[in-house]
Every structure is written in C-alpha cells, then in structure tokens.
C-alpha cells in the first residue's frame, strides 16, 4: 500500500469514527400530542439528532411523515402503535422523550393527572428498560414528582435502573423564570439566569432570586408565585384545551439539546433537572431538582442548591413536604401496580 493510500485510509478512519459518535438517535413517546408535535419539529431542525423516531398510540407515522419533508438531514421514522413498534422506536435510541400523557384541565393539580398518567408512564418505562436500558431518559409527563420515581421502581425491578440516565424536565420552570424576570427589569431573558431548585408542581417550584443578579426578587411575593404557578396561568387560557405544549416543546427541545452536547463530549454543560439526589436523601427525599452538570454518562455532578436567604429558605421547608408524598406515591404505585 502506498504511503499516500495508507494516510487517506487513516484520515478516512478517524472521520469515520468522529461521525459514528456524532450519531443520535433520539426517540419521542407521545409524538403526536400538543408537546408531542412542536418537539418532534424542533429535534428535527437539530443538526445533533441524526435519527428521529415518532410513537404514539396514535397518529405516529402522520407526524413522522409530515416532519420527514422539512429539509434537515436526519432521517425520520414514525412506528405502529404495537408492542412491536414502540421496541423498534426505542432500540439503539441515545435520547428518550417522555410527553405521554394527558393534561390539565382548569381546576386541576397535576397530581390530579397522576391516576391516568403513573400506568401510562409505567408501560412506557418497561419499553424503555428493555428496549433502550441505556438511553437517557427525559420524563415531560405530569406529575414529574412522581413519574421520574416510576420510572426508577420500573427499572429497578428489572436491574437496569441507572441514576445518571433518569431526568425529570424541569427546564421549562427555569425558562418561565428568567422570561418573567425580564420583563420586569427590562433585560433580555437570555441574560437572566435564575436558579430554580425542588420539583415540577405548585410549591415544590423554588426559583432562587437571591442568587441572581436581582437579589431583591426574592422578596416579590407575585413573582416567586408566578414562576410556582405559571404552569396555571396557561391551563386557564387554554379554557380546557390543555397546558402548555408549545413553551414546554422549546424547554424539552433545549434539554435533549444539552444532553446531546454533553454525550458528544463538551464540557460545562449544566441543565436544571428532576433527578436521584444526594441532596435530601437524609430526610426520606431521593429526587430532588437542582443544577445539574451532564457529562458523557448523563449526569455528571449534582450541584447543591446553594446560599439561599431567609424567604427561599421557608420556600424550600415548604417544598420538602410535598416533594416526600408525590415520591411516595410514585413508588408505592409501582409496588402495589406492577403490571405485566
Ligand atoms: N414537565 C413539564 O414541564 C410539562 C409537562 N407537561 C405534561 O406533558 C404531558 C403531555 O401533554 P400534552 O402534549 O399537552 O398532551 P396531549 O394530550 O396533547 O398529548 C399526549 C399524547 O400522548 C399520547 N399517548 C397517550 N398514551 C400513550 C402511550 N401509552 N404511548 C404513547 N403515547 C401515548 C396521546 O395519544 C397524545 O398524542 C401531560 O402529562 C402534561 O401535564 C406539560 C407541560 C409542561
Ligand atoms: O401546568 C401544567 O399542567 C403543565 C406543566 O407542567 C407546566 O406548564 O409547567
């Protein structure tokens, strides 16, 4: 072999290998659904996912084809709404969406949701745990507080459970911040960066204004329960025609983004998240939402949620609470609830 052929092979090989990392197949459960949809379009625009598989126990191949004519390169698939399908949508996949599931309606909790949407969460987790064990896997579907412990239970009866790999989406919480806070002060959100720490409903939303560039927001009483409760604010507009799907779309959209750069090898990449947590394991609380660093293994450093001041403090006690019942619930549904 010619010295020229012999180096053309190795520059050949290493491009190979580069790409073949850079390969992402990401999956979404639920894809035809309002959150369902605009993802799915939004992974489509990402250069990062190279591989975009659609399910949904209906109208999954009809997204898929529709999304198949924007002009990315990566390829997309809808599957069947069969046993079958969902294995061959979940298998090989690097990433995993979670947006199955039904929504609020005025007047709820999303505790409310929990009946319908812990089975439907199970069933799905059960795909996922034998289908793509490794996958990374990012639970949209309400209540989170108790849907990210599902999943766990699930995995953990069939001995792939993974903590670095479990994410509740929280991401949405800390968007709705830094939005609300700008309009106030008048700055551009994107230069707002507040911390917000505990889970996803109500109370258990603890936005950190002290550790923000604004220190005095902590004691806006209307803010702080905004960001709690902006999720509420969207379930009354929409007057019985869901929650947020199009905001909760670009959150999930930018989740699955950062844990691909992260999986692809950049460093620094911190995301809020929903996930198995030292943080408050002594008082009886194994999930908890904080700063979260992701590496090529999912998470990679669990960040304590800091100096707070006297308010946020009092905020947290209140969150600590509730958090311990909807993680209970989460578990004790999984054992009395196997399923098959
Ligand atoms: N984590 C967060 O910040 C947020 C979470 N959510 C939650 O996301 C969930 C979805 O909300 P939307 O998209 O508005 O609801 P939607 O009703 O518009 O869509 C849900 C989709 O899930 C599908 N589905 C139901 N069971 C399924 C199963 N077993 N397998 C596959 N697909 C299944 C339905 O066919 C439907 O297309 C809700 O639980 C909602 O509370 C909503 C906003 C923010
Ligand atoms: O409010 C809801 O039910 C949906 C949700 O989680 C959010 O918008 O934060």
């Known amino acids: 072999m010619s010295a020229a052929r012999a180096m053309f092979g190795a520059v050949q090989r290493r491009a190979f290998s580069a790409s073949a990392r850079d390969l992402s197949k990401v999956t979404v459960l639920g894809a035809a659904g309002g959150i369902g949809q605009p993802l799915s379009l939004l992974l489509k625009l990402n250069p990062r996912v190279t591989e975009l598989a659609l399910y949904d126990i209906r109208g999954g191949p009809g997204v898929a084809a529709d999304i198949s004519h924007v002009n990315t390169k990566s390829t997309v698939k809808g599957y069947d709404p069969t046993p079958t399908g969902l294995a061959q949508a979940l298998k090989g996949a690097d990433v995993v969406l979670i947006p199955a599931g039904v929504p609020r309606k005025p007047g709820m909790t999303r505790d409310d949701l929990f009946n319908t949407n812990a089975s439907i969460v199970r069933d799905l987790a059960k795909a996922c745990a034998e289908s793509a064990p490794d996958a990374n896997l990012l639970i949209i579907a309400n209540p989170v507080n108790s849907t990210v412990p599902i999943c766990a239970e699930v995995y953990k009866a069939r001995g792939v459970y993974n903590p670095k790999r479990l994410f509740g989406v929280t991401t949405l919480d800390v968007v709705r911040a830094s939005r609300f806070v700008s309009e106030i002060k008048g700055t551009d959100p994107k230069d707002e960066k507040i911390t917000v720490v505990g889970g996803h409903s109500g109370v258990t939303i603890v936005p ?133």
């Open 208 to 340: 950190l204004f002290s550790q923000s560039s604004h220190p005095d927001l902590s004691a806006n009483a209307d803010l702080v329960n905004r960001v709690q409760f902006g999720g509420d604010e969207v379930v009354k507009a929409k007057d019985g025609a869901g929650s947020a799907t199009l905001s909760m779309a670009m959150a999930g959209a930018r989740m699955a983004e950062s844990v691909l750069r992260a999986a692809q090898g950049e460093k620094g990449v911190v995301e809020p998240a929903f996930v198995d947590s030292p943080l408050y394991k002594d008082q009886g609380i194994d999930f908890f939402a904080s700063k979260i660093e992701l590496g090529p293994n999912g998470v990679e450093k669990i960040h304590p949620i800091g100096e707070v001041d006297a308010n946020e403090q009092k905020l947290v006690e209140a969150c600590l609470a509730d958090l311990k019942k909807n993680i209970e619930k989460g578990v004790s549904f999984v054992a009395s609830n196997p399923g098959k």
